[in-house]
């Protein structure tokens, strides 16, 4: 049985706490949050206590495990701390809210950085996976194009939360960024990125974008596009379709139910969930067993995704996001030049 | 260059000549209806010319190929005629108004049976056939159950087409009887009929139905069940479903296009055509040509679907009618008894 | 909360129990079965308690609400006492293994009859449900046709199960039964049964069928067909489709998952499941959820589905069975009047 | 009855001529090729004449509409002649091997620009054009993004064709560029390329590519991905998808029949056409019926799409190219500025 802490007591929190109940092998001992009610919410709904902080979970030698889905800037402290200290993490993503404080933290890991598992959830949706396990098998052949999209959810979010996001890139697209390099198994060269807002006038204010669209140019010469919306009315939607000289693969739509009904002359199946949690729910959950299992697993095997994806992913970020704002094609291998990193530990 | 001379100019006639232009091996040289204004028509549209009756057409030694597209009741002396005059005929649905006299004129035909096709077009829509290859050739493994489904189109018929009609079974059923020989390769043995009015009460004042469910015992002991009902609110619908100990096949619903919205909580898609043409014209056009094909080839084969074929469909008609009459399951045996056809032929 | 007793511990039984552990609202307090080590699994899965027999569970004061998903001979004297005793009773179907033992034990309850649920789970699937409710609602104008289509799963039951389970009309189309009346809101005039063994030969041993076709004639002259078998090799497909006249709904087939592939000339995407608990297990949650609501719920509110759907669902089968035993269209009066029920409560 | 003079007689001028044959209102007279036997194949096949030459044909003042289906390089010169001579012409895309050859043409055409239609042949397929409807009554809403994905067919083409095609830009995502203005209503601003030899190294040793993907940013803000590819192993895919803040809209894929099998535990469709002409023989046969609609209108009505239109594709076109080249982001408006364009006639 894993004892696990729970360091974060917000939504994505909740929904890990809600996944863990489910998961027979691990349970939460201790929740801390600098917003004490919220931890003894999570604490309360799972039986668990109220730890004063992050560090006393850190220090607890009856945990195993320590998930932390607390703020973007206490990612880097609190994994190296947790990792140096023997626990099996989870980081949500992004790494960190700067690429230099995620390359430091890389480095300063060393091996420990193989006890770190980063959010990454979308790895472990079914029909996504399927997709990555025939890629990775050959069943495609070579990739000639990726194109990822994800839209919604069609609610806005508020000007609070857009301003500490992080933005498009690092805090959604990060995740296809993430996608991109895993299904195609390699690196990209150069990143192109467009941005609008069109959906609401929030984006602006906030600094951010609310419609993106990103073209990555991979090793081999395969091209990947990448649209994703903050808002789509119609409801959730993530799909991933590639094209190789074997043939096409998609993970399509998902739709709330199979009910059909024609009317006049159209026909009518169901739609989209409106809320994005439906949609992902499978693979916060399986996302979580897989971290759990990992944890349960004996010292020296490197958890996936690890760190090393987590910076790749923000190093593309940190692409599209200089991109954008100089009107221009990024070479990844600027951003590593400019953040220090070139050359190191293969990266990119 | 096959000379067809057309009898009948109503509206399955017309669709007939129009589909006969496009086939390159053929042209209609003379057209014969009692109403001569139509027969005109016909004949104006297609550079062909107005025969002073179907016996004239019949007579002519310069035409090659007639195709019988008048009323029921003329079906069978003229199919007789022609065929001993030496002509390919291709001959409406059904063969005769009574199944009395659809067997005498079998009987009469001899050999000569051997050079008429009878006009049961879905045996040539091209997805209805791929079902048929399939089970024909034993993709499917023992077939366990069909489903035949047919609705529409999605307006009323007149009283008084309804009144000359023949009534749901003989006048459209026939065609899904035909396909459960088609594509099982056997015959029923047990047929049970319901009937209703539903849709519209003109039916009941044809003293015919809307709603038919027809069920079939067959040989091998596969069941079959045909949904009949002569108005679709949404459109024409014809589809085949065949449950297999190997697997499943579908001829399924064929809409008006591939435009798909996704509009609040439902996604959209085209309907299905709502003029029954729309939905046919394929495998009408499919079954001249492949008539035409039949009148240039060498004597001696025969043609397919044939006579005899149009014969069986109408008994399994009769052992339906017989059914909603009587409100019982009724033997397609008990049908051939009671028309003198037992054992002969091996009929059914 | 809820105290629920379990009387019964095989497959089904567990089932139940597993979905009860997901309402927060009840829990298994004792578990019951002849076979002690089944009773103590279960009971140990969930924190229960092994009793004696069914008799203490009913007799237990402690217990509100009873679960009996024992033996089909076992269902009327455990719901009569249950119900007397005052407890909210879920009854797994049929309701008996006679039609006879059916009613009286229907008199025999009375106005306790209410507190009675019968185990229809497919009324709680939500697009069986959607369905529904469209129906109800009008929306779909009059009904002309229903087909329901239930096959699979990929595997042959065993022999000993099937001698004990009463045979495909009481032991699954009881369910079809009893959705053509919850679908159209109206009872059944005529009943015609075909049956066959083409996917195995045990059926035959079993002396039970493996593909089974009813059509229903209701009162509304409306007409439903019911394919049922119990193998198809491809998976388990539960289907619904209601043609009305004002358009057509259906509950469509319900797949694995999202992941297509375009290889060479076809589209694959992915099958059924094999397992029917995967189709079935969002209905049996919803309606062990319904139960423990109604269970919650003051007295005075009847229990849906209930026993009188039971058992109008058990005089369909019965004619069903009729109608293949002696090769007829069965009225279901005449089931009444033979088991001495017509003209009472309105039934049928 | 409008006379139609064919110029060219290759493998799009026969397509043409085939389409022609099914209009009511039109006939192919005359045929001019410099390769005779091609111009003899096609004027037996429809009973026209051979021309002398494509002077011949425009000068002949009993030919009312001329159809230009020769090389690129003599687009201009015969479209300026003819509708001089005051033909209704159609001109097959693109206008010009050069964009200078192209905007002076446009610019010597003056009023007569008006008489000359564009081949863009996808604006007439029936599925693309009801999206473009859809925004045009701005049924989506504003135009979050429009994703056209082109790809195929499975065969290469030959290293002969691909040097005088002009490459991918100019041959087909000419169409793609006209289509995202037509459908969106407004020019581009921004144009970035990507492009990749991945299919076939005949692609590089013709200077071309075989995989391309293009993002445009709109006046608007709408962002615009056109993936496009010479080659799919699966067959010709031709799609839009248009995200607007009201809904989605897609012109989906257009498959070979509607048969479905269910083997295994997969669900297999029907495939998309091997053959482009499959896929597209319906929008060409509608752009001819489209022009020989406006060659029988009064004069004074433009035609559409026209002169403007295959510039303003050529535009981008050439902004395309040259990023790709240049491997950064081009404005429309240096292109404009390049060919001495800029601030005319409201262009881009």
């Not at 850190?58 to 206490?74: E, G, L, R």
């Not at 959950?285 to 690890?306: K, Q, T, Y």
Request: contains cysteine; aromatic residues 6%; glycine residues 8%.
């Amino acid at each position: 049985m894993i004892s696990v802490g729970l360091i974060g007591a917000g939504r994505i929190a909740s929904v890990h706490a809600r996944h863990l109940r489910g998961n027979n092998f691990a349970r939460i001992v201790a929740v801390a949050d600098p917003h004490a009610p919220n931890a003894a919410a999570i604490a309360g709904e799972h039986g668990a206590r109220v730890a004063a902080s992050a560090e006393e979970i850190i220090a607890d030698p009856a945990i195993d495990a320590v998930i932390i889905a607390s703020s973007t800037d206490t990612h880097c402290p609190l994994m190296l701390a947790a990792a140096k200290a023997g626990k099996r993490v989870y980081c949500e993503k992004p790494l960190a809210s700067t690429l230099a404080e995620a390359y430091s933290t890389y480095v300063a890991l060393g091996a420990a950085a193989d006890a770190v598992m980063v959010g990454f959830n979308r790895r472990f949706d079914r029909n996504h996976a399927a997709v990555q396990a025939d890629l990775a098998a050959g069943r495609l052949g070579k990739v000639q194009t990726v194109q990822i999209t994800s839209r919604g959810p069609n609610t806005i979010p508020s000007l609070d939360y857009l301003k500490v996001s992080g933005g498009l890139f690092f805090d959604k697209m990060i995740h296809f960024f993430d996608m991109v390099r895993w299904l195609t198994g390699e690196e990209p060269v150069d990143v192109v990125a467009f941005g609008s807002v069109i959906a609401d006038p929030v984006f602006a204010e906030a600094n951010d974008i609310d419609t993106g669209m990103v073209t990555l140019r991979m090793k081999s010469g395969a091209l990947c596009q990448i649209e994703n919306t903050r808002r789509a009315v119609y409801g959730y939607d993530d799909r991933i379709e590639v094209l190789g000289t074997g043939g096409l693969i998609e993970s399509s739509r998902i739709t709330e139910g199979s009910v059909m009904r024609i009317i006049d002359d159209k026909i009518l199946t169901e739609g989209l969930p409106k809320d994005p949690m439906v949609r992902m729910a499978p693979s916060y959950s399986a996302s979580i067993n897989a971290f759990i299992d990992f944890a349960r697993s004996a010292l020296g095997r490197e958890a996936v995704p690890g760190v090393k994806d987590g910076l790749q992913a923000q190093i593309i970020a940190a692409a599209a996001d200089r991109s954008l704002r100089e009107g221009r094609i990024v070479k990844c291998a600027e951003i590593l030049q400019s953040a220090g990193i070139a050359g190191e530990d293969g990266l990119a």
